[in-house]
């Protein structure tokens, strides 16, 4: 009877959530510096798959080649950023968990950082030499904090890969300085990205976005339990039988490189992977078999919100998206952690 | 059922654990007693791999170090003193973690054996109530009895236990020691428990194991183990005297 009821509210919320992100993701392409109605977004782009001419030629040269990239890239950050979160949240049994504290977020932004500052680039993929190198650094700074760890306590404990993540993380950031400094022709460039921006994002970018989401979202889910039982303690995972270090490498490299991939797209964007997880937490509850996929919907619907301020708060001027998560985020997350303080429980 | 012998284990240079060896057959409580220090916890740490070691542990046969997680779960559960939870998890959310070793792959719906495993684990630690409700609900006891029920629900052959009511008051400690008896009365199983308290040593356990600085001081059934002069020589203080002391005050 209660199951019954349990899995009937977890149905709802499902449907719930999906409706909201269809929604939105229509709200934020009809909203803009020029605002189209909804039914002229199905036939501009039904067109524009079609290949034929459309009649309003103004709404299809915004929505096709600039808004629905744009807002779809901004869907699949937001999920990507959520759903590494709430990973990294449940493995390292922290709520204060994201990819910016274990330092991967400052690795990846290191690496686009120099990209950026010495012009690395592929010929035939301009964009290509800051996602390569995000991802490289994303990978190695992971490497870097785990190696750290595994020399300072070999059964790479949680207190210890976050203390090096935050160390690290600082020393990316001056390490970053030092770049700046010397690359002073970019300075627009890079302060304009390390706050977060979607601007200008291709169907290129929306494919590797959502490939990277779909393989990662699929290796994260099927670690659903896994998930759990290192929420409930990374001591009792490993007496149920989890083969604790496996596990920790596979989810860390999945989330370093979901973040990688994010942060060389879209810059570092704060907030999404630290908030979400705790709002979709005080509905499903922490079992990571929902609290995944719904904190991949709900990052998406919080990012395309924070990208629609962005966009049209001081329209015509943009803000960058890192602002406004990082204005939101920070009041929420308060909110959030007033509520829900206590920390851990135990018998003891 | 489990055979350990030369177990050495060091901390740094220190050897917490000094040439020990000893076995444990079905049907046995076995209970490991010492002062602080002597290296008690540091056994059941060896048996379930969470500290490296040296020497052979074999469980029926098997060397425990070639199992895998999962297997080695199957077969050994594991129930510690302090058990902490990061967020508010349902009590059946918890209990059902002990079929994880079960689960043939990441994606598999649970089989009909996980929900009765689960039901019966409820049912035999008096959590049935209580399945639905957030751990951080539940007092002290309550939680233990929780993690009780997870390690039933693995349905393992040997439980290990270490010092699984410390903290208890009375009532929980009865009823978790009253608990694992029953479990016990099922042919093909047997309890290893590090305890600090020598009257439940001696009123539960059937087998008993005294060690002194990492070393076997006795070993043998309780009755033979639980002597005025074994207990003097290993906590050099006349420890039936102190008890037979407390005791009086109750008469």
Known sequence: MESKRRDRF??????????VTIAVFLLCLCLGSVNIPARDI???????????????????????????????????????LALAGAAMQGLLRNTLADGSTLGVSSGASLGAVIAIAFGVSFPSLPFAGTMVMAIIFAMVSLLLILGLAYRLDNSL?????????????????????????????????????????????????????????????????????????????EENAGRIGVNIRRVKLTVLITVSVLIGVCVSIGGSIAFVGLVTPHMVRMITGPNHKKLLPV?????????????????????????????????????????????????????? | MLEISSLIVSYGKRKVIDDLSFSVSEGQWFMIAGPNGAGKSTVLNAVSQAVPYLGSIRFKGREIKTMKAGERARHIGVLLQNNQIGYAFSVEDVVRLG???????????????DESAIADALDATGMTYLRNKSVF???????????LAQVFAQQPELLLLDEPTNHLDLVFQKQIFGLISEWLK??????????????????????????????????????????????????????????????????
């Not at chain 1, 990082?326 to 929420?332: E, H």
């Not at chain 2, 079929?99 to 054996?113: G, L, M, T, V």
């Not at chain 2, 009123?203 to 002069?229: C, N, P, Q, W």
Request: some cysteine; charged content about 15%; hydrophobic content about 50%.
């Open chain 1, 10 to 19: 977890q149905t709802w919320i499902y449907l719930i959530i999906v409706t």
């Open chain 1, 42 to 80: 199905f036939r501009v782009i039904w067109d524009a798959v079609n290949g034929l001419p459309s009649e309003n030629s103004l709404a299809r040269s915004v929505i096709v080649p600039v808004r629905l990239p744009r807002v779809l890239c901004v869907a699949l950050t937001g999920a990507a």
């Open chain 1, 157 to 233: 404990s949680t207190n210890t890969i976050i203390l090096i993540g935050v160390i690290f993380s600082m020393f990316a950031s001056s390490i970053m300085t030092i770049v700046i400094t010397f690359a002073s022709d970019h300075i627009k460039s890079i302060t304009f990205w390390t706050m977060g921006s979607l601007q200008g994002s291709s169907f290129l970018n929306a494919l590797i976005l959502a490939s990277a989401l779909l393989i990662c979202s699929v290796i994260l889910i099927s670690h659903s339990s896994e998930l759990n039982a290192f929420a409930v303690s």
């Open chain 1, 295 to 348: 904190s991949m919907f709900s990052g998406a619907v919080f990012l395309m919100l924070a990208d629609l301020i962005a966009r049209t708060l001081l329209n015509p001027r943009e803000l960058p998206i890192g602002v406004v998560t990082s204005i939101v985020g920070a009041f929420v997350f308060i909110f959030i952690y007033y509520r829900s303080r206590g920390g851990t429980r135990s018998n003891a």
């Open chain 2, 99 to 113: 079929r994880y070793a079960y689960r043939s792959w990441a994606f598999s719906k649970e089989k009909s054996d």
């Open chain 2, 137 to 147: 609900t539940l007092s002290g006891g309550e939680l233990q009895r929780c993690f």
């Open chain 2, 186 to 251: 099922v042919p093909g199983r047997a309890v290893i428990s590090v305890v600090h308290d020598l009257s439940l040593a001696r009123a539960y356990g059937t087998h008993a194991l005294l060690i002194k600085d990492g070393r076997r001081a006795a070993i043998g059934t309780a009755e033979e183990v639980f002597t005025a002069s074994n207990l003097e020589n290993v906590y050099s203080m006349d420890v039936n005297g102190w008890m037979q002391s407390l005791l009086k005050q109750w008469e």
